[in-house]
């Protein structure tokens, strides 16, 4: 058995890696699970992916009544970096979904549901990113797509993202719903070089004001 001392260190403790949205509290750590709700969660999903890598996979059943235009996409990233999966039911969905985050391959792996999934799926996907991290050549990021409020067990974060267009450009209004480790939180975000970035600068008073 080992003795305490064995067990502490004085090393400093190296954060996770993570995903951000040019705004240090806009990040979302990788080989962890993440919802995105709100109606315009599939763009959140395509402006996350932008940052961590291709290749993508995309995973939907034929119960989605939408689809993925290409030239929408290509404002984030090129459509050529995302694999679509069509699988015949949401159970079918989690279950690709977490073998692609056990394989470690993609560093983005998205889960497109019509409805909020159970603590137990929630909890196997997290197990089988991390094994995902340690197995294959990246440190996956699974998001959940889930309509509405979202509302799915066990996640890491969840964020909603909607339309705030005006008159004088595009704008989205992203919402910090639930953390483990900080409050909720709203940013308006609007199209950079860099993709989705918060239109005042980080932690500005202006942006915390939203």
């Known amino acids: 058995m080992q003795t305490a001392s064995a067990l502490l260190s004085r090393r400093p ?28 969660r599939r763009t959140l999903a395509l402006a996350l992916a932008a940052q961590v890598g291709a290749p993508v996979i995309w995973i939907t059943t034929p119960k989605s009544s939408e689809t993925l235009n290409p030239d929408g996409m290509s404002a984030l990233i090129s459509p050529k970096d995302v694999l679509f999966v069509r699988a015949d039911r949401e159970s079918s969905l ?25 603590m137990t799926p929630v909890r196997r996907l997290h197990l089988a990113a991390e094994t995902g991290c340690g197995m294959g050549q990246c440190r996956p990021l699974a998001l959940l797509l889930t309509p509405d409020n979202g509302g799915a067990p066990g996640i890491e974060t969840r964020w909603s993202l909607q339309p705030a267009h005006t008159a004088d450009g595009d704008q989205w209004r ?28 980080p932690n500005s008073a202006a942006a915390s004001a939203v």
């Open 13 to 40: 403790h190296t954060p996770a890696p993570f995903v951000s949205l040019g705004d240090a509290d806009i990040t979302l750590t990788l080989g962890r699970v993440h919802e995105l709700c709100g109606s315009a």
């Open 94 to 118: 989690l279950w690709a979904m977490e073998e692609a985050l056990r394989a470690g391959c993609a560093p983005v792996v998205i889960g497109d549901l019509g409805a909020a999934p159970a």
């Open 174 to 201: 992203l919402e910090r719903l639930r953390a483990r480790m900080a409050p909720p939180r709203t940013w308006l975000l609007e199209y950079r070089d860099s993709g989705l970035a918060p239109s005042h600068p």
